[in-house]
């Protein structure tokens, strides 16, 4: 089972960055999203396809359809500058990562 | 505050042992299920093991399987992490993290909170 994820997006200070994480199978599950800033642990941004965090800037949303999910960035940050990665799971397939997304905000 | 604090990293030669700890406070332990990701240096995150809430359910990825084992004492707060037959591929930073209560009963689910890890390197 594999979520497959763009190497790198890059936008300016203000813009709209769109992060997407595609299944590769049919089972409508759950998409999970984390941030990992450069020498840190991965922190969890957006969970159950649209939910945030307690502590989680608006500006963080996640929307799906299907065997998709969008991770966007509204109003993007240097602070926002990180790697993303998609995440699903379940009982059949398990516990998966996507490959991650390298966000670059300048 | 939630806080996950991972030992036991260090070098180890290749088909040695290791025996990773996590030490949790701030949230009720045994509300949730507890795991394992590793991340290789430069490399993407791979969830490695997880384990339900009361010890008696584990997951393993089959990278691991057969090697690692995963275990959990709920009244002193630790989760640990056996790993057997050490590979180069086993280097890596080791996360624990703390996962959903909504999945207590089992070791899927999303990730809630997750320690700074532990340094793992496998070399001769």
């Known amino acids: 089972y594999e979520l497959t994820q763009p190497p790198s997006v890059s936008v300016s200070p203000g813009q709209t960055a769109r992060i997407t994480c595609s299944a590769d199978?049919?089972?409508?599950?759950?998409f999970h999203w984390y941030q990992q800033k450069s020498g840190q642990a991965p922190k969890l941004v957006i969970y159950?396809?649209?939910k945030r965090p307690s502590g989680i800037p608006e500006r963080f949303s996640g929307s799906s359809s299907g065997p998709m999910a969008t991770l966007a960035i509204s109003g993007a940050q240097v602070e926002d500058e990180a790697d993303y990665y998609c995440?699903?799971?379940?009982?059949?397939?398990?516990?998966?990562f996507g490959p991650g997304t390298k966000v670059s905000v300048l | 505050e939630v806080q996950l604090v991972e030992s036991g990293g260090g070098s180890v030669q290749p088909g040695r042992s290791l025996r990773l700890s996590c030490a949790a406070s701030?949230?009720?332990?045994?509300?949730?299920?507890m795991h394992w990701v590793r991340q290789a240096p430069g490399k993407g995150l791979e969830w490695v093991s997880g384990?339900?809430?009361?010890?008696?359910?584990?997951g393993y990825a089959e990278s691991v399987k057969g090697r690692f084992t995963v275990s959990r004492d709920n009244a002193k707060n630790f989760v640990y992490l056996h790993m057997d037959r050490l590979t180069i591929e086993d280097s890596a930073f080791y996360y624990c993290?703390?996962?959903?209560?909504?999945?207590?009963?089992?070791?899927?689910?999303?990730?809630?909170?997750w320690g700074q890890g532990t340094l793992v390197t496998v070399s001769s």
């Open positions: 993290a703390k996962g959903s209560q909504e999945y207590a009963s089992s070791w899927y689910g999303q990730f809630d909170d």
């Open positions: 701030g949230f009720v332990f045994d509300d949730h299920p």
């Open positions: 384990i339900n809430w009361n010890g008696y359910n584990m």
């Open positions: 199978g049919l089972a409508n599950k759950w």
């Open positions: 159950e396809d649209v």
């Open positions: 995440y699903q799971s379940d009982s059949t397939d398990g516990n998966v």
